[in-house]
């Protein structure tokens, strides 16, 4: 189910604010997972780097070293795209926040008044401006 019909499936201003706390936290965890992921490669590409390094120094034959840096290089590069994946992710994180509390601030009054009414609310069509 995609992000746009969990959120179509809030039927009421609390289901709303439950699936947009939800989504949040979700992709504030996604972000942390990137981020630490990205950081693993780039620990597992500085060692592959200094293996080439301690193998050149041992004069390990030229193909065996060179297949270790170019691994050490293909991890950089995985890890600059996570880097770019977890900027992404973090500008995703704002903006799901920015989306809860906009949502929150420009209905929580609403709400609030409902909950607190000592009267029921009437059916929706009764507040439809024509």
């Known amino acids: 189910m995609s992000t746009t019909e969990t959120l179509k499936d809030a039927a009421n201003y609390a289901a709303l604010r439950t699936k947009l706390a939800w989504l949040t936290h979700k992709v504030h965890a996604h972000a942390q997972t990137v981020t630490t992921l990205a950081s693993d490669v780039d620990d597992a590409a500085e060692q592959m780097l200094d293996a080439a390094e301690t193998m050149k120094a041992l004069a390990v034959d030229d ?3 060179a297949e270790f840096a170019d691994a050490a290089l293909t ?6 795209a996570a880097g770019a994946y977890t ?12 989306a809860k509390a906009t949502t929150e601030n420009d209905h929580g009054g609403i709400a609030d008044a409902v909950t607190t009414s000592p009267v029921d609310m009437a059916e929706a069509t009764f507040y439809t401006q024509q």
């Open 75 to 80: 991890m950089t590069g995985v890890k600059d």
């Open 87 to 98: 900027s992404a992710a973090d500008s995703a994180s704002a903006a799901a926040d920015d």
């Open 63 to 65: 193909a065996t070293t």
